[in-house]
């Protein structure tokens, strides 16, 4: 069956010529193809593009393929990878296997299996209905050129056509509830009700009617029947932002409350059943909470089927001035002024701050700079000014430690799309010298001037 051209997939071989073999196969296939001849450059790929699958050799000059394939999973966890070897055994395979690895080929092989294997693991990484997800519009909000947050929402769309219970991890201001939301609209439960509360704004008393619900009369105010969170999303999403903040006594009772499907409002004597999905939200460390006794494990693993993590601001640098200029034309048009955009020295300064507070911190910054601002450009003056703090210097490659080398420079890259003077100017080298490194590490700058890695915003 020939691939409809929609995936791409990344061909990982030292072997030129196999390479060329097998592009050439899977191209006639209907399959994008992109190729690295080493772990490195297979790992700069993944972080300016992204595949569908990764189809690689076990024996690699700077590492071996299963080493290849844990740091993959470690960014890309829903990336299904194939592994090739012409020395392999039942032990290699089962040990492959075990640990994950989508699919395990020895060479030579014919191209009739070859094309089975990548159809099947393709099946399974992608869910009927995606399609139909995207054009509805359900990551609307996200918007992104990062290579992780694309892997993170693939992740939730695969796991949002299921009704296992999600729980998000990520600092605050990194948009938890953003992507809960998009979760609900991908799901079969889109046409349902979507319904958030915030554990750590409601005051312990209250916080069990809010949930529950109460009969008239439960308690001293209780002056009409409450319906409840959980029956008010029944069908539908029930979102328990900041969980990790839930009183002891009351994670008891939403354990229950998941474990029998039922809710039983304050004061009643009967239980209702419901039927919600959980997706949960935390920026505290659950383990920690766990570990000291703050935390139920029961209700942990009953909240935390799948885990998804969103990155911090500083680890998605490129989507900062795309996310900054659809602020300030929001802020422009609610302001009533004629902006333009960012004055050059003004978007470094925002490519290049700590954002501790995230993308909420971003988007503040751009409204107190839209507020003040008198010309058709926003000055950095005024960028500095809403910032109050001063702005991260961009490391020197001798302060780099060598094992992060790599990402240091490709976040150079991707912070100057690819312009090797500039990245060389912030690093502090000479564009000998740094020609130098990024062909140490198989870095190639056309990756990241943006064709590439296209905008996507829903």
């Known amino acids: 069956m020939r691939a409809d051209g929609q995936h791409r997939l990344l061909l990982v071989d030292d072997d030129t010529d196999l ?14 193809v992109s190729t690295a001849e080493t772990a490195e450059a297979a790992l700069t790929r993944l972080a300016v593009e992204r595949f569908s699958l990764v189809l690689s050799d076990v024996r690699l000059p700077d590492r071996d393929g299963l080493a290849l394939f844990d740091d993959i999973r470690a960014q890309h966890p829903a990336l299904p990878v194939i592994l090739l070897t012409a020395h392999g055994s039942i032990p290699d395979a089962v040990e492959a296997t075990s640990r994950g690895v989508a699919g395990y080929l020895t060479k030579p092989f014919d191209s009739a299996s070859l094309l089975d294997r990548i159809a099947q693991a393709l099946s399974h990484a992608a ?15 996200f918007i992104s050129r990062s290579a992780r947050m694309e892997s993170l929402l693939d992740e939730a769309r695969l796991v949002a056509a299921s009704d296992a219970s999600v729980l998000i991890r990520g600092d605050s201001g990194t948009g938890k509830e953003l992507l809960a939301r998009a979760l609900h609209r991908a799901s079969p439960r889109a046409q349902a009700p979507f319904v958030a509360i ?117 680890e998605r640098r490129e989507d900062i001035p795309l996310l900054a200029e659809h602020f300030l034309r929001t802020l422009a048009k609610k302001y009533g002024k004629r902006l333009r955009g960012f004055a050059p020295d003004a978007l470094e300064a925002l490519a290049t701050a700590h954002w501790a507070g995230n993308v909420r911190q971003l988007q503040n910054v751009v409204e107190q700079a839209c507020a003040l601002a008198t010309t058709p450009l926003v000055p950095r003056a005024l960028v500095d000014r809403a910032l109050r703090v001063k702005p991260m210097e961009a490391l020197g490659y001798a302060e780099a430690k060598q094992r992060f080398e790599r990402n240091y420079l490709v976040q150079l890259l991707k912070l100057t799309a690819g312009n090797v003077t500039d990245a060389a100017r912030i690093a502090g080298r000479n564009r000998t010298e740094f020609y130098r490194l990024l062909q140490r590490y198989d870095l190639n700058p056309g990756l990241f001037r943006g064709d590439v890695a296209e905008m996507r915003q829903a």
């Open 198 to 314: 915030n554990c750590s704004a409601i005051p312990d008393a209250l916080l069990e009617s809010e949930l529950f619900g109460h009969e008239r009369g439960a308690f001293s105010g209780a002056v009409a029947r409450h319906t409840g969170l959980f029956r008010a999303a029944h069908g539908g999403t029930l979102f328990l932002d900041e969980i990790g903040d839930m009183p002891p006594a009351l994670q008891v009772k939403l354990l229950r409350v998941l474990q029998e499907r039922a809710v039983r409002p304050v004061g009643a004597t009967q239980a209702e059943p419901v039927d919600v999905r959980i997706v949960s939200a935390t920026h505290c460390d659950v383990d920690a909470l766990l570990a000291q006794g703050q935390f139920r494990e029961d209700l942990y693993y009953r909240i935390n089927v799948v885990t998804l993590t969103l990155p911090p601001l500083s």
């Open 19 to 32: 390479l060329r073999l097998l592009s050439l196969r899977l191209k006639a296939s209907g399959y994008r």
């Open 127 to 141: 869910p009927a209905g995606a399609v139909t997800a995207i054009d509805a519009g359900w990551r609307d909000g």
